[in-house]
């Protein structure tokens, strides 16, 4: 097996690729390229959809809100049973139940039966599925890196597929919506899932977090919460990324409202907004995926946090479409690497057989957060307009990112030692032919 040290000469593109030597993540990493373009194809469908037939910032939150909700609640449970169960086994369901209703959702729209409610129900039950799906498979990624050194690669290369993915599929879907409306791109949803089921049915996988439950679930439910409030580095990151979910969401929610009403445009401006944004975060983690391991990712979570705040709010005070569309590159840098790497530093320090539950709680904080967030910045924008309300969040983000900065010393002082022990130093990177 290959190793990198300070005499290894490694190429510059097997460096940052090193995680698909693994044959495992390579099927991963191949079946999540068409789905995910798929996915954000059908994200930005849908936001336009909802805009088209309400004409409400409100609904566009409202629809965010009643399809995240259940992950605040429900992750906690999925975090055991990603512990306790078979991994591979519950992503092959989830994500097989993901493409039935995506199906749906496009046989409604192009039969022109679509309905509000329809949305309503489509997107609550998609929010049960992915409850589930979240954090079995960010804790699955460790089941596939057989070096757990190069499991923040794996994240990286993970987060690079899916914005990439976040950069073609909403331009794809600005074209589409444009030419042949919104029932295509769900229909093209649908159909990206059999790529990711194709690869999961071909992997094989030695054990996938399959283990023999020791307590009953709400017992392990509060042991899961115990040991991240004890640790203080695990603490500050959830808490950060709670708040920062919450107050920066709108910065998704809003887009449609933007690219309509602000800059005069339609469903290509949208996609330009989108796509900007997705290069923006598949930069930042080409920059992630470029990294030896964890060490110092800890300052830069705060300064890519600050990045994301300040970015809201040039934003939300642009001027001109180009300026906004700098910024919005801006703030998918900061955005992805913020969470990519509490992502790294929480899969690095905990424990395995806590693994799934912190994941859980990742889940929750990042994305639970948003429903929440979502039908705030959809109620504030329906009062006082789309650029104030950003304008809020992103102050609000960045009185966030300077507490956790004050904090910093704290976290760094619980963290290091543990990096240590796990061999995670700073050192002279591979030499690069």
């Known amino acids: ?30 079946g999540q390229l068409i789905s995910l373009i798929g996915t954000w194809m059908q994200h930005v469908a849908l ?34 049973y990603a512990d306790r169960h078979n991994r591979h086994r519950l992503l092959l369901l989830t994500q097989s139940l993901a493409m039935g209703l995506a ?26 599925i992915f409850a589930f799906d979240i954090p079995v498979r960010h804790a699955f990624i460790a089941d596939m890196v057989e070096r757990k050194e190069d499991l923040g690669n794996a994240i990286a290369l993970n987060s690079s597929l899916f914005n990439a993915a976040r950069l073609l599929g909403p331009s794809l879907a600005g074209i589409l919506i444009a030419t042949v409306g919104e029932g295509i ?27 023999r439950p020791q307590k009953v679930m709400l017992q392990e439910i509060r042991d899961g919460w115990q040991y991240a409030l004890k640790f203080t580095s695990i603490k500050m990151i959830l808490i950060l990324l709670a708040l920062m ?38 930069t930042g983690a080409v920059f992630l995926a470029g990294r030896q391991n964890a060490y110092g990712l800890e300052k830069i979570i705060a300064g890519t946090s600050h990045l994301f705040a300040l970015a ?6 642009s001027p001109a479409l180009w300026f906004s569309l700098v910024m919005s590159f801006a703030a998918g ?53 789309a650029p104030a309300t950003l304008l809020l969040g992103g102050g609000c983000c960045l009185l966030l990112a300077a507490v956790f900065t004050r ?27």
Request: charged share 10%; net charge positive.
């Open 1 to 30: 097996m290959a190793t990198y040290s300070k005499t290894k000469k490694v190429k510059p593109w097997q460096h940052l690729l090193r995680a698909l030597r693994y044959r495992n993540f390579r099927l991963f990493f191949s």
């Open 47 to 80: 936001s336009w959809l909802i805009y088209r037939l309400t004409g409400s910032a409100f609904m566009l939150g409202m629809v965010a809100f009643i399809g995240q909700f259940p992950i605040f609640f429900l992750t906690p449970i999925a975090g055991v």
């Open 103 to 128: 199906f749906i959702l496009a046989a409604l729209v192009l039969t022109d039966q679509i309905r509000i409610w329809h949305i309503f129900a489509i997107s609550f039950m998609a929010g049960l």
């Open 185 to 211: 791109c769900f229909l093209v949803n649908a159909c990206s899932y059999l790529t990711i089921i194709v690869a999961l049915l071909a992997m094989r996988i030695k054990t996938s977090g399959a283990r």
């Open 245 to 282: 979910s919450l107050w920066g969401i709108s910065f998704q929610v809003l887009m449609p409202v933007f690219a309509r009403d602000i800059f005069l445009g339609g469903p290509r401006t949208l996609g330009y907004l989108y796509s900007l944004a997705g290069a923006g975060a598949l």
């Open 312 to 317: 809201l709010i040039f934003f939300a005070l």
């Open 333 to 385: 840098f900061g955005m992805m690497v913020q969470m990519a790497s509490s992502n790294t530093v929480l899969q690095t320090v905990v424990d395995e057989d806590k693994r799934g539950r912190i994941m859980s709680l990742y889940a929750a904080a990042f994305m639970g957060t948003m429903p929440i967030g979502s039908l705030l910045a959809g109620f504030l924008a329906s009062r006082i307009g």
């Open 407 to 433: 904090r910093l010393p704290a976290l760094q002082t619980e963290i290091q030692p543990i990096f240590t022990q796990k061999g995670i130093r700073i050192h002279t990177p591979a030499k690069v032919e």
